[in-house]
């Protein structure tokens, strides 16, 4: 039976996971808020609609008669799209609301790993009262990160000895609204990202990814939702060995066997500490930009691991090219404090070369594609080498100028990967 898949979500994401699908056996539907134009050339329809309005998105999986989903991006788990894509018939690759809490409640989060004995679980606290938690900044011995509860972009996390100090820390508790925070021990070392695609109580995972969620090289400046990530040719990242990847997947692992009947990709974003590797976060999807390092070297056709998850069949063993990746996204000058929409993207699908093009928050009007707010697009370089992948991500970035752009051209330089394996070295005193 060929099947009729409806993809939720318009960013470089979902772009990726379009592209993944395009040459299987299914017609591809597609529903977002923003109108992706690399989405809307693969899918035989686009439909422009609110993705986190559960009804919305069950009426339009009738109306294309949809026999599986995928669940882009996190606001509509949050928003419980798969459990109404599920009430009406339909199969969601993505969790349910109550399993998406995993990243959509990091104080769930965090009693989720205390309570199931998860390993890699950082010392924390919750609050709802803020003095109480500016009390426990004053008196913890060492260093806190600052995470508000629910969901913020990536860009709600404040480390204190990092990006502030512990008054500023105070301060922008103080000043924010959240209802509920969680400060846990900031953790020292390399971060870095292990999904998984979990169904059926099965779990298959793909190849390590660095992103970069600082807004300027070198990492400076304020967190992103992430500039830019590589991959290595084999499953792990340069600074890593075989055993540290063992043990961030045991803990993914771990986590899939407490959430009883999960499905979707678990995303595991991970600290390489000199004690092996501690959660910072799950996500419940791919990462974006992750998914574009990860979903073009997937070997496996995308679609057998949908269906099998669907039917309650063992999901395909994963084979991935042992290519190196590297991905960088151009956003908006001023992204993302001050951003400044408007300019016209200068590179197309074809014109990026060697490299494939992935559209994030852009929009196409009659004469051009231009930017919005948000991340615009990212060119994803593909190479036996990482060397070799950001070359060809480069070639792509100075087609498209920097007119009203901003990207980081160091992601995936031989330094930066260099200064990665230096500071991994360094923390474990070899
Ligand atoms: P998150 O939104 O949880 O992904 O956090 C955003 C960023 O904050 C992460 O990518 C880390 O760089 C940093 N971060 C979060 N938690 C910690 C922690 N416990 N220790 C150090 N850095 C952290
Ligand atoms: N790249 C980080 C995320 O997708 O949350």
Do not use: W
């Amino acid at each position: 039976m060929r099947e009729n898949v409806l993809l939720i979500g318009g960013g470089g994401r979902e772009h990726a996971i379009a592209r993944a699908l395009e040459d299987s056996e299914c017609d591809l539907y597609a529903c977002a808020g923003n109108r992706n134009p690399g989405i809307a050339r693969i899918a035989t329809d686009f439909e422009t609609l609110e993705e986190t309005d559960p009804e919305a998105v069950v009426d339009y999986a009738a109306e294309v008669e949809a026999t599986i989903a995928v669940v882009g991006p996190e606001a509509p788990l949050d928003a419980g799209v798969a459990d109404a894509l599920e009430e009406a018939g339909v199969y969601a690759f993505g969790p349910r609301q109550e399993q998406a809490r995993i990243e959509t409640d990091k104080a769930f989060q965090r009693r989720f790993m205390s309570e199931n004995d998860i390993p890699g679980c950082p010392d924390y606290e919750t609050f709802d009262d803020v003095e109480a938690a500016c009390e426990f900044i004053d008196e913890y011995d060492g260093d806190l990160a600052i995470k508000p509860a629910g969901l913020t972009g990536g860009k709600g996390v404040k480390v204190i000895g990092d990006q502030v100090t512990p008054e500023e820390g105070k301060e922008y508790i103080r000043e924010s609204d959240y209802e509920r925070i969680v400060l846990e021990e900031r953790l020292i070392g390399e971060e870095l990202t292990i999904q998984a695609f979990v169904a059926n109580g099965e779990i298959r995972t793909a190849p390590a990814v660095q992103d970069h969620k600082r807004a300027y090289e070198g990492d400076e400046g304020p967190n992103t939702g992430g500039m830019g990530s590589y991959s290595d040719a084999t499953r792990e990242l340069p600074f890593m060995s075989e055993e540290d990847y063992e043990a961030a997947v045991e803990i993914l692992e771990a986590t899939v066997d407490a959430l009883e009947g999960y499905k979707g990709i678990l995303y595991g974003q991970f600290m390489l500490t000199a004690e092996g590797p501690k959660v910072i976060e799950f996500n419940a999807r791919f990462g974006d930009p992750e998914a574009m390092n990860t979903l073009p070297v997937l070997e496996t056709d995308f679609l057998d691991v949908l269906t099998a998850a669907r039917d309650g069949e063992d999901l395909p063993d994963l084979e991935f090219a042992d290519q190196a990746t590297v991905c960088k996204y151009a956003v908006p000058e001023g992204y993302p404090t001050d951003p400044e929409a408007g300019a016209k993207v200068q590179v197309d699908e074809e014109s990026a070369g060697d490299a494939l093009l992935y559209y994030a928050s852009v929009d196409e009007r009659d004469d051009g594609i231009y930017t919005t707010t948000s991340r615009s697009f990212a060119v994803v370089g593909i190479a036996n080498t990482l060397d070799e992948a950001e070359e060809i991500a480069e070639d792509a970035l100075a087609v498209a100028g920097d007119e009203g752009l901003h990207m980081r051209h160091d992601i995936g330089k031989a330094d930066l990967v260099q200064q990665r394996i230096d500071h991994m070295a360094e923390l474990r005193g070899d």
